[in-house]
C-alpha cells in the first residue's frame, strides 16, 4: 500500500517517471526472477543438508524424543 501511495506522489510530482517505472516495474520483476528460484533451490539444499547432519544425533535420541514423551 505504502509503495502504491509513493508511486501516486511520483506520478504527480514527475509523470514521465512514475510512467517509466510502471513500464520498467515487470521488465525488472523478470530478469529477477532466476536468481529467486536460485535462492530457492539453494535454501533447499541448506535445509537437506542440515538434515542430513542432524540425522545421527535425532537416530540416537530414539523414538520417544521424537513425539515429545520422556
Same mark, same amino acid.
Given at each position: 500500500?505504502?509503495?502504491?501511495?509513493?508511486?501516486?506522489?511520483?506520478?504527480?510530482?514527475?509523470?514521465?517517471? =512514475? %510512467? *517509466? &517505472? @510502471?513500464? #520498467?516495474?515487470?521488465?525488472?520483476?523478470?530478469?529477477?526472477?532466476?536468481? !529467486?528460484?536460485?535462492?530457492?533451490?539453494?535454501?533447499?539444499?541448506?535445509?537437506?543438508?542440515? =538434515? %542430513? *547432519? &542432524? @540425522?545421527? #544425533?535425532?537416530?540416537?535420541?530414539?523414538?520417544?524424543?521424537?513425539?515429545? !514423551?520422556?
Amino acid at each position: 500500500m505504502a509503495a502504491f501511495f509513493l508511486w501516486l506522489v511520483l506520478l504527480v510530482v514527475c509523470w514521465p517517471l =512514475a %510512467l *517509466l &517505472a @510502471l513500464i #520498467a516495474y515487470p521488465v525488472v520483476w523478470l530478469l529477477l526472477l532466476p536468481f !529467486r528460484l536460485l535462492g530457492v533451490a539453494a535454501g533447499g539444499m541448506f535445509s537437506l543438508l542440515g =538434515a %542430513l *547432519l &542432524a @540425522l545421527p #544425533a535425532r537416530v540416537l535420541r530414539g523414538p520417544a524424543a521424537a513425539t515429545g !514423551r520422556r
